[in-house]
């Protein structure tokens, strides 16, 4: 069957408004420029759409109707109206649930079922977890010890205009990440979709005006980093930055910041242990850290990429873990039977396969995979398949530096200590995994790892109550959970004097 066939008759309708056109104050707008770019479908290489190129000033138009809208409209709604349309917003999520999946998977190459059911029921609770604290934000009264009679209080506030930079790995996830906490606290959004991946954010803006947000709340402008981004982060009436992406666009926009003095939250990449112990049940360890490696083919900041396994089932294990990997069905993310699909680009396949020539030409073993795959019709898209790589020294690049790929470095330790060193032995620090029966080593690993998640028996499991940020280089800030309303909110000090 043709992948046009399996479409929704909604996608399709979508796809055919041409050009696709950016969300600013409430109406879809052409960039000033006249600028138009393509997104590409990383399964066939095929054009997807033409999507308007937002420059500075498109993102001076959105920030100015943002900041009309959070200092107007926005202002006037009350927190249980504001979680309201969060609500609705995530019913119409549900609604359009189908098209969004099969749209992210245009979009992305994800696999359809990894998009229908993990990302797209993921947003709706998103949505609805943060429409929880709408009505529970709120200052305190303090008892001072200052001479006289004094009514001193704090209120909790809105920072203002956020500027919300997002990934191409989870563009939906991501996007809703950023909006849902900083909606429901009452700020106003300016959001940056990734260029490679711009459309389910575009798709999302048009729920966001049928849900019945108020014009300028939310503005979305698809562009590129050096360009919108650098504008957004630059801009002086901007009041936050929220990013998710490599470090060292994170540092730019560290840099670019400093103009105002902007709030920034990053969450940046990593190079994650996923560590086996001997006593761990290997029948739970060898898919869950297959998985924490090849979901979403590697394409995960905090894939488990550093695969330590006990010296004594070292060489059983991998193994085991290479059986599985050579068993992972990869192709188009249309088709139900696929498990893994193509990496996002072409920018993207030339990194990766780099990394496969670097690796070997260091000295480590592919043991499965270690190569692009051209056969049939992934010849027109960006695949690779499953590596395994053996045969690795913790100071070779793969096991270094984040490839952002189906790729592992499986490296043998002896003791506890000793992983814990080489598991810390980065400059990043945003996950870490530990299998294991035995509670006490369990404890010790997790206090010991410097990484803001770890995984005790499990890998990527995620809830929107939990936080979600790194140490180190992998960036700060927590996203989820009531951390998450300390990046988009500020405390004002009151006193009153009653003398």
């Known amino acids: 069957m043709a992948v046009t066939e399996q479409l929704h008759p909604a996608l399709l309708s979508f ?12 109406k879809w707008v052409e960039a000033v420029s006249g600028k138009t770019f393509e997104t590409i479908n990383p399964a066939t290489g095929e054009v997807l759409a033409s999507v308007a190129e937002a420059d500075r000033e498109d993102i001076d138009r959105a920030v100015k109707a943002a900041r009309r809208a959070f200092h ?7 927190p249980a109206d504001r979680a309201r349309l969060l609500h609705r917003l995530a019913d119409l999520i549900e609604a359009n649930g189908d098209e969004l999946a099969m749209l992210e998977v245009l979009d992305n190459g994800m696999p359809i079922t990894m998009a229908r059911k993990g990302m797209v029921p993921r947003v709706a609770e998103l949505l609805r977890y943060n429409a929880g604290w709408a009505t529970k934000i709120h200052g305190e009264t303090i ?3 200052v001479p006289g009679e004094f009514f001193t209080y704090t209120l909790r506030e809105p920072v203002g205009v956020v500027g919300a930079i997002v990934p191409w790995n989870g563009p939906l996830v991501t996007a809703t990440w950023k909006l849902a906490p900083a909606l429901a606290v009452g700020c106003t959004v300016v959001l940056k979709p ?6 389910t954010s575009l798709r999302l803006g048009e729920l966001i005006l049928e849900a019945g947000f108020p014009a300028g709340v939310v503005n979305i402008c698809p562009g590129f980093g050096p360009t919108a981004g650098a504008a957004l982060a630059e801009h002086m009436d901007v009041n936050k930055i929220a990013f998710t992406g490599e470090y060292t666009t994170g540092q730019i926009i560290v840099k670019a910041s400093a103009g105002n003095l902007k709030r920034v939250s990053l969450e940046l990449g990593g190079k994650s242990p996923d560590i086996v112990f001997a006593d761990a049940d290997l029948e739970q360890a060898v898919p869950g850290t297959a998985w924490g490696i090849f979901r979403n083919s590697g394409q995960v900041c905090c894939a488990g990429s550093r695969l330590f396994v006990e010296q004594k089932v070292y060489d059983r294990f991998v193994s085991r873990v290479a059986e599985y990997a050579s068993t992972i069905r990869v192709g188009n993310g249309l088709d139900p039977s696929t498990q893994m699909g193509p990496l996002i680009s072409q920018e993207q396949l030339d990194r990766v396969t780099g990394y496969l020539r670097v690796g070997q030409e260091e000295g480590a073993k592919a043991v499965v995979g270690g190569e692009r795959l051209t056969a049939g019709e992934m010849g027109k898209g960006y695949f690779v398949s499953p590596t395994v790589f053996d045969c690795v020294r913790p100071d070779m690049r793969v096991a270094q530096e984040e490839i952002f790929g189906p790729v592992v470095a499986a490296i043998p330790f002896k003791d506890l200590d000793e992983v ?3 598991s810390n032995n980065t400059h990043y620090g945003l ?4 299998w294991t029966h035995d509670v006490r080593k369990a404890h010790r690993v997790a206090k010991a790892l410097q990484a803001g998640v770890i995984w005790v028996n499990c890998y990527t499991v995620f809830d929107p109550a939990m936080p979600f940020g790194g140490y180190k280089m992998s960036g700060y ?3 989820s959970g009531v951390h998450t309303l300390e990046l988009y909110t500020q405390v004002k000090a009151v006193w009153m004097n009653l003398g």
């Open 15 to 26: 796809l055919k408004a041409q050009p696709k056109r950016m969300l600013i104050d409430g």
């Open 72 to 78: 107007g409209t926005w202002a006037k709604v009350k």
């Open 143 to 145: 008892e001072t010890s």
């Open 194 to 199: 990734a260029e490679q991946t711009p459309l």
């Open 420 to 422: 814990v060193a080489l």
């Open 431 to 434: 996950a870490g995994g530990a």
């Open 477 to 479: 800030g927590r996203e």
